[in-house]
């Protein structure tokens, strides 16, 4: 379960942080309602219009996910200032109502230790993050949420994203349909 939120941490927030070419932040569309990507799964973004980093998008495969299989999951995103050493995120895992994790982690530390394509300090601009990991076979057949708040050095909120996750059966999936 921790390698699967770490993946969800990195994705969601070094959605800033991989270089890439620039683009206005006019051109970015910012959404408070679920961007819906399959009846499995779906994020949306919690934060305000100041954050520094503003996600774009969240992309998996293979989509929807699936209990011991590799994910990749890249997310864009939009950095308006520099991240440094430093950044942070708290992340909350739920099944349910059920807290299965909270915990805060190091970004740039993270992304070191990970060997991550990005690294801190990351400037300003339009980026992008690929990134993979094994989701294990025992994840429950359950509904998740992931709540994930980031921070700067500074601790000003940085970023916000919500990703809910279905990995109940379904009665057709079963039925061989």
């Known amino acids: 379960m921790a390698r699967f939120s770490f993946l969800v941490l990195l994705a969601a927030a070094f959605s800033g942080y991989a270089l890439a070419n620039p683009v206005t932040q006019q051109e970015l569309v910012q959404s408070e309602t679920p961007q819906v990507m399959s009846d499995k799964w779906s994020w949306s973004s919690c934060g305000h219009d100041s954050d520094p980093v503003q996600i774009q998008s969240i992309d998996i495969s293979p989509d929807p996910p699936e209990r011991g299989q590799n994910l990749t999951v890249t997310v864009k995103g939009f ?7 430093g950044a942070y995120a708290d992340v909350v895992v739920k099944v349910g109502a059920i807290k ?3 915990k805060e982690f190091d970004l740039c530390d993270e992304a070191r230790n990970a060997d991550a394509e990005i690294q801190c300090p990351v400037e300003e601009g339009q980026h992008e993050v690929t990134h993979s ?4 076979r025992e994840i429950p057949y359950a ?3 992931v709540h994930i708040q980031g921070y700067t050095d500074e601790d000003e909120e940085m970023t916000c994203v919500d ?9 057709g999936h079963l039925l061989g349909w």
């Open 79 to 85: 950095a308006n200032k520099q991240i440094k050493d």
């Open 100 to 102: 299965l994790l909270q």
């Open 133 to 136: 990991v094994a989701l294990p």
């Open 143 to 145: 509904p998740f949420s």
């Open 163 to 171: 990703i809910k996750i279905d990995f109940r059966r379904r009665i």
